[in-house]
């Protein structure tokens, strides 16, 4: 009797497995990367590619995060800032694993971040997800003290795979550049491409990946140009720039940014006028830009005080582009719908203490397929 009361107990208390893997798909990264250690059963679907994909598309369906990334510039020590809170609540990304090493710029590409530097040591990923930072094997062949190595992050949605786009730059000019492509996963190494036209001349620098595509800027026959690099095929795409381009010297004038799936170019060379052109490519197999005028509000034009060769901007799944002034520190907002303005300013930020970037996050669980 009492054994017949324990199997009645048991298949009540039972929940069926498709009803399991629901309610799991909509729990935040955090509390599955606990449940993973209580037993194979969870840690095998945490870990299924299928329930993955799942909680991915449950976790855009939810608001998302944007945040700011500081450093501080006498420790080593990275700092996440949420728009709606001051610096004394930020919460810090204690990467202690660096060995010392102040990497100068960094990428964020679908949940991980890219830490790298143009000389002397090996690039690192972060995961912020599972806080592991593993440093990438270096490129003995060519440690030359006269190369200056630049790199790009990107995300491949169909195969889930991170690829790293490295270009080597003599110092020289006279030599060429040449490429090579890493994976992140098991046997990671660096493989040369020969893809890339010999006219084109890549610096990876302020570039952005969109559904696979790496975008930047770069030079073709001395022609400025926009580069595409698919991350799945591994090959390059040079676009044309606008036909009314005045200035395709002044690269630090253009900040490449996503709207709405597409590729945009933030051009600030008018910023003094008190506007700027948003020039949207239509589609990635064409040349069509499309431009739209951002005019700043009297309010703004009264508080620029910092020269905008300075800022860099990235944009918002809401329709804002952000705008950063590397001196100071004040960050706006542009809606591109309402064509509205609004500030914020980080007046609880130390002075030690420097936005580097901006990054919208996701509460996903493909950033730990890599851990």
């Avoid at 208390?13 to 037993?39: A, E, N, T, Y």
């Avoid at 400025?224 to 690269?251: G, P, Y």
Wanted: hydrophobic content about 35%; some cysteine; aromatic content about 12%.
């Amino acid at each position: 009797m009492e054994n017949k009361k324990r199997k009645s107990d048991s298949r009540k208390s039972s929940i069926p497995m498709q009803i399991m893997c629901d309610i799991f798909s909509w729990l935040p990264v955090d509390s599955l990367m606990r449940f993973k250690c209580l037993s194979k059963f969870y840690n095998s679907l945490v870990s299924d590619p299928s329930f993955v994909d799942i909680h991915h598309s449950h976790s855009i369906s939810r608001p998302h995060k944007t945040k700011f990334l500081a450093r501080s510039e006498d420790e080593n020590f990275f700092y996440t800032i949420d728009q709606k809170v001051d610096h004394e609540e930020a919460t810090v990304l204690r990467i202690e694993e660096l060995d010392g090493i102040k990497y100068p710029r960094f990428d964020y590409v679908n949940g991980l971040f890219f830490l790298w530097s143009t000389k002397e040591h090996p690039p690192a990923i972060y995961n912020p997800t599972t806080r592991i930072v593993k440093h990438l094997p270096c490129l003995n062949s060519i440690d030359d003290e006269f190369t200056m190595y630049y790199y790009s992050f990107g995300f491949e949605p169909d195969e889930k795979k991170y690829k790293i786009l490295m270009s080597s730059v003599p110092l020289n000019m006279n030599s060429p550049t040449r490429q090579w492509v890493l994976t992140l996963g098991p046997g990671e190494s660096w493989r040369e491409i020969e893809s890339a036209p010999c006219s084109l001349f890549l610096l990876l620098v302020g570039g952005v990946c969109i559904e696979g595509v790496i975008y930047f800027v770069g030079t073709d026959h001395d022609n400025r140009c926009i580069v595409a690099f698919n991350v799945r095929t591994e090959n390059f795409r040079i676009i044309s720039l606008w036909n009314d381009v005045i200035d395709v010297s002044a690269k630090n004038f253009y900040n490449l940014i996503e709207v709405e799936g597409k590729l945009a170019v933030v051009d600030r060379s008018r910023w003094n006028e008190g506007e700027m052109d948003l020039r949207i490519l239509q589609s990635y197999g064409t040349e069509e830009w499309v431009n739209q005028t951002i005019e700043f509000s009297e309010e703004l034009c009264d508080s620029l005080t910092t020269d905008f060769t300075g800022c860099f901007c990235s944009s918002t799944p809401d329709g804002e582009i952000v705008f950063i002034a590397l001196e100071q520190n004040w960050i706006v907002f542009y809606d591109l719908k309402k064509k509205s303005w609004r500030e914020i300013k980080m007046t609880e930020l130390a002075e030690n203490v420097e936005i580097i970037g901006i990054y919208t996050h996701i509460d996903s669980l493909l950033s730990c397929i890599y851990s």
